[in-house]
């Protein structure tokens, strides 16, 4: 049975529920060079290599397991198997730290990074994205990006997955409900709904957090080095992320506006 480091948000809730129910059944859905997608149910998650950034889907190890897509397996909370392989996932949690809201919104007050250009593989017009950003409209931009691109994670989704951060950072707990609701209703793969799912609750890659902590503390330097570090994720997802992320910091509104509050309580349209 191979080691493992520690492991997100995702996981670790999938484990605390498959201890009370004996074990949960699931499947390997997909298998990559970095990371091996599982889903349980409706819950997808990744066994990765510590090589990849911890992040709220990922369980990370040192070794991959010799899993094949369709594979069935099994999680008991403190360890999944195949029939030919087992990792351990009872280990501790690494979940992502957000700056509060009040502190986000006085370091913008202070001097936040320019927004950024939405990258032409999200194929949105910037213009379009950033106006509906300024107006609190996260539906509305997720209409715009939703889908949108090339890749696992469609570029447009990595722009939203940064917008859905900061948005979560900069209005609070109270905002999860409708901002999941968004990221809920967005017509994607399921890798990117996870990912956004898991944006929307205030869970990211650990370099975005530690991105948001540098703009709180004024560190522009470290900063910067946290965006080309994320911009070097994948051949167009982490400029992406980076382009929402700078973008929902310099136009989103404090406090989240009465239609958006009103358009995504109504729930998901699954």
Not at 13 to 21: K, Y
Not at 168 to 183: D, K, S
Request: hydrophobic share 45%; glycine share 16%.
């Amino acid at each position: 049975m191979s080691t493992i480091g520690d492991r997100g948000a995702a996981f670790g809730e999938l484990a605390r529920t498959a201890g009370p129910a004996g074990f949960l059944r699931g499947r390997v859905v997909s298998v990559h060079r970095r990371a091996v997608y599982l889903r349980f149910g409706d819950v997808l998650v990744a066994h990765v290599g510590t090589g990849v950034d911890a992040g709220p889907l990922h369980l990370r190890g040192p070794v991959l397991p010799p899993a094949r897509p369709g594979e069935a397996v099994r999680c008991d909370g403190a360890r999944i198997e195949a029939r030919q392989w087992a990792v351990r996932c009872d280990v501790p949690d690494r979940i992502g730290v957000l700056p509060g809201p009040g502190e986000l919104a006085r370091a913008r007050h202070r001097g936040a990074p320019a927004g950024a250009r939405v990258p032409a593989e999200a194929g949105a017009a910037t213009g379009a994205v950033a106006l509906a950003v300024r107006d609190g409209d996260l539906a509305g931009a997720a209409d715009l990006l939703g889908g949108r691109g090339p890749g696992l994670t469609p570029a447009g989704d990595d722009v939203l997955a940064g917008l859905l951060l900061v948005a979560r950072a900069l209005w609070g707990p109270a905002a999860e409900p409708w901002l999941t609701g968004t990221a809920g209703r967005v017509p994607t793969t399921g890798h990117a709904r996870a990912f956004l799912h898991w944006a929307a609750r205030g869970q990211g890659l650990a370099p975005e957090h530690a991105w948001l902590a540098a703009v709180v503390s004024g560190r522009p330097g470290e900063r910067l080095r946290l965006e080309h570090r994320l911009a070097g994720i994948g051949a167009s997802s982490g400029r992406c992320l980076v382009a929402g992320l700078r973008l929902g910091l310099a136009q989103l509104p404090v406090s989240p506006v009465e239609t958006q509050v009103s358009t995504a309580a109504a729930g998901p349209g699954l």
